[in-house]
């Protein structure tokens, strides 16, 4: 007689009486079982359930080794890589790069408009110096503000070494 022989797909056959196969099919269904069972337990776990006191106590006593030493850092002298020597960043800073902050008091200045001429390149500007009106051609002077140029509705105005633009209120 022959052997019983169980087909699960037409083109594949199992031989029964292998004892291999009876013990190896059991154990990966229990081994699957036991993953799946601990993955969806631990799925429905609360957070809260979690022991904090085990965390406490590693927070509060940290474990360090007796032996740590404390390392050093060395300078370099050049890139190991690409034997470039490194140089340090140099403290020399342009001062006329950096804009000096003014303690100048300004007196209160209003710039009202300008005369021109139709036939006269020159115009005349007049300004309110603290309570004083003055009329202010290109390069005039007056209570220490001088007029440096000129716009269409503004003016330039320097006062003790500083100047400003002013525009026309």
């Known amino acids: ?18 004892k291999n196969l009876y013990v190896l099919i059991p154990v990966v269904l229990i081994i699957w079982g036991v993953l799946g069972f601990k993955f969806f337990n631990s799925l429905s776990k609360d957070i809260n359930s979690i022991s904090t006191n085990s965390l406490q106590e590693t927070i509060q006593n940290p474990k360090i080794p007796r032996n740590l030493r404390m390392l050093k850092l060395r300078d370099i002298d050049k890139d190991p890589f690409l034997g470039l020597s490194y140089q ?19 007196p ?9 001429d139709a036939s006269d390149s020159n115009s005349i500007h007049i300004i309110k110096v603290g309570r004083s009106q003055f009329l202010f051609e290109n390069g005039d002077i007056h209570l220490e503000v001088k007029l440096i140029r000129t716009f269409k509705n503004k003016v330039r105005l ?12």
């Not at 797909?9 to 009486?17: E, G």
């Open 108 to 116: 209160p200045i209003t710039y009202l408009g300008s005369i021109e």
């Open 88 to 106: 340090k960043p140099s403290r020399n800073y342009n001062n006329h790069h950096v804009k000096k902050i003014s303690r100048i008091e300004w």
């Open 158 to 169: 320097s006062y003790k070494g500083e100047s400003k633009v002013f525009i026309k209120s």
């Open 1 to 18: 007689m022959s052997p019983e022989v169980v087909r699960i797909f037409p083109s594949q056959s199992i031989d029964l009486k292998n």
